[in-house]
């Protein structure tokens, strides 16, 4: 160890930073990263993020933007303009009815997710969280020194969680409930009557419920659905939506939360000592985003659909693997138990590792979505590089 390492280690850093683990993601999109540098051609299926450019309209606005000298501060939530065009958007999809007050603009849906939590979750609190979970919500809540309650689904039934099973966990303690749909990582969808009744449940409980609804222009088994639709309980809920996937954009870092007006409130104090306005020129591209063609996204959400059934196929055909049927986002969720036990493989993270490091393909494992049995796939890529990516996990797995 050098002295300066010898003398970082030594450092006593606070609690609520010893609570939390890195991104299990972002440290896949490092480790593949670090791969490509040293000249590794890798098939990644780590990151989840679209493979297709953000539309041109989106980009023409942040250059005029640019131009027009967009450059500097503006409001901490985000100009009137944008804060508009994402409630109009979000009425316009999903019928419901609110205001610019309810509406904050952050650096990305996991900057809307973090503010809130950090406003709404207090010490022993408890949040009920569906498990598969995406990898930053568990963190985030011990962040905030709230303590997860795990509801564990079913895999038989593709993941999916109802109402009945989110209200055998609800206690005094219980504070909020996270849901979100579809999924990151299975891909499960909550019908809207279950999305409802845990709304209603919840409301008479007083208890929050948050919905990240990252994926929901990515929903594959019929209509799409927001939990701000249902106005009639909007006091008790928050909806957390991105332009990341929906726009091709996840590199702009532009998120939102609807919400209440105290609770939005709360998040912009909190963002006014952090990080300030999402970044100006994103803003005019975020509007353009939102205000403009919409047929880019269902162009998107076709071929999402197209490539799901590709590389649930191939992986299906791969000996010893299972794999449940997504109806939304863009990730695979396969089971990879039955490798357990060959060749010293002994969890999810060793095969995602194995994967990585020996057939150079990127996966994140199951550990940091709260299952050992799977690994991640995502497949927000080319068909041709599903192939390549499935051709390696094939030979691979089946040498185990
Ligand atoms: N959708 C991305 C993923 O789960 C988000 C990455 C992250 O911020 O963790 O891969």
Same mark, same amino acid.
């Given at each position: 160890m050098t002295a300066v390492a010898e003398t970082l280690s030594a450092v006593k850093f606070t609690d609520r930073i010893n609570r939390i683990e890195p991104s299990a993601t972002m440290a896949v999109v490092a480790e593949a990263d670090k791969l490509r540098q040293q000249g590794i051609d890798v098939v990644d299926f780590g990151a989840g993020e679209p493979h297709f450019p953000t539309p041109q309209h989106i980009k023409d606005a942040a250059i005029a933007a640019i131009q027009n000298n967009f450059t500097k501060y503006t409001a901490v939530g985000g100009t009137a303009e944008l804060r508009d065009a994402i409630f109009h958007r979000h009425a316009a999809d999903f019928g419901s009815d609110y205001r610019r007050e309810e509406t904050v603009a952050s650096v990305g849906g996991k900057h809307a997710l973090f503010n809130a939590i950090? !406003?709404? #979750?207090? =010490?022993?609190?408890? #949040? !009920?969280?569906?498990v598969p979970y995406w990898v930053s919500f568990k963190d985030i809540v011990r962040y905030a020194g709230g303590n997860c309650v795990l509801l564990e689904s079913d895999e038989q039934q593709g993941f999916r969680v109802t109402a009945e099973m989110v209200a055998r966990l609800v206690t005094q303690r219980t504070r909020l409930i996270i849901l979100n749909s579809p999924s990151n990582p299975s891909g499960a969808v909550m019908s809207p009557e279950d999305l409802k009744e845990v709304v209603r449940f919840a409301t008479e409980r007083g208890i929050w419920v948050l919905s990240d609804e990252c994926y929901v222009y990515l929903n594959y088994s019929g209509e799409k659905f927001s939990i701000g639709s249902l106005q009639e309980y909007r006091e008790r809920i928050l909806v957390i939506g991105s332009l990341s996937k929906t726009y091709a954009m996840t590199g702009w870092r532009l998120g939102y939360a609807l919400a209440? %007006?105290? @609770? !939005?409130?709360?998040?912009?104090?909190l963002q006014s000592q952090s990080t300030s306005n999402p970044t100006s020129i994103v803003q005019k591209a975020a509007v353009a985003a939102l205000n403009g063609p919409q047929e880019c996204v269902e162009q998107m959400r076709q071929e999402y659909i197209r490539l799901r059934d590709h590389v649930v196929e191939g992986l299906r055909s791969i000996p010893g693997v299972a794999c449940t049927l997504p109806m939304g986002a863009f990730y695979a969720y396969p089971n990879i138990s039955s490798f357990f $036990? *060959?060749? $010293?493989?002994?969890?999810?993270?060793? @095969?995602? $590792?194995?994967?990585? *490091?020996? %057939? =150079? @393909?990127? &996966? #994140?494992?199951?550990?940091?979505?709260? &299952? *050992?049995? =799977?690994i991640r796939v995502s497949y927000a890529t080319s068909e041709k590089e599903l192939d390549r990516g499935l051709k390696r996990m094939r030979s691979f797995l089946t040498s185990l």
């Open positions: 950090q !406003i709404l #979750v207090d =010490h022993g609190d408890e #949040v !009920i969280l569906p209440p %007006a105290a @609770v !939005i409130s709360g998040m912009q104090k $036990g *060959r060749d $010293g493989v002994k969890s999810a993270s060793d @095969v995602a $590792g194995r994967l990585l *490091r020996e %057939a =150079h @393909v990127a &996966t #994140v494992p199951g550990e940091g979505f709260g &299952t *050992r049995d =799977h």
